[in-house]
């Protein structure tokens, strides 16, 4: 299987391509929950869920007071749109 284009919008991947591509990036299934994905980083981590219309990244712990930042990422942006938005971090 092919990585994902670069340019090209999530939406014209099929799932197993968008889900190797999360694995490469370091993210870890959820097995409770099999839409999310946990990654880690030294200064941030999240849990990033593929609902219907979009990608829902939650920073944990990211904000003042422990509290959680969470952003939505639309299919129609690019694999490196998407990388670059949410692998900066919060």
């Not at 981590?45 to 609902?51: H, P, R, S, Y």
């Not at 952003?71 to 749109?81: A, E, G, I, N, T």
Request: some cysteine.
């Amino acid at each position: 299987m092919s990585t994902l284009s670069a340019d090209t919008p999530l939406y014209n991947h099929p799932l197993p391509q968008i889900e190797t591509w999360l694995t490469q990036l370091g993210c870890q299934q959820k097995e409770d929950n099999l839409h999310c994905w946990y990654v880690e980083r030294p200064a941030w981590k999240a849990e990033l869920c593929l609902d219907v219309e979009e990608i829902n990244v939650r920073y944990i712990n990211a904000a003042a007071g422990n509290k959680d930042i969470t952003r939505s990422f639309k299919y129609s942006l690019s694999r490196q749109d998407v990388e670059a938005a949410v692998f900066s971090g919060p």
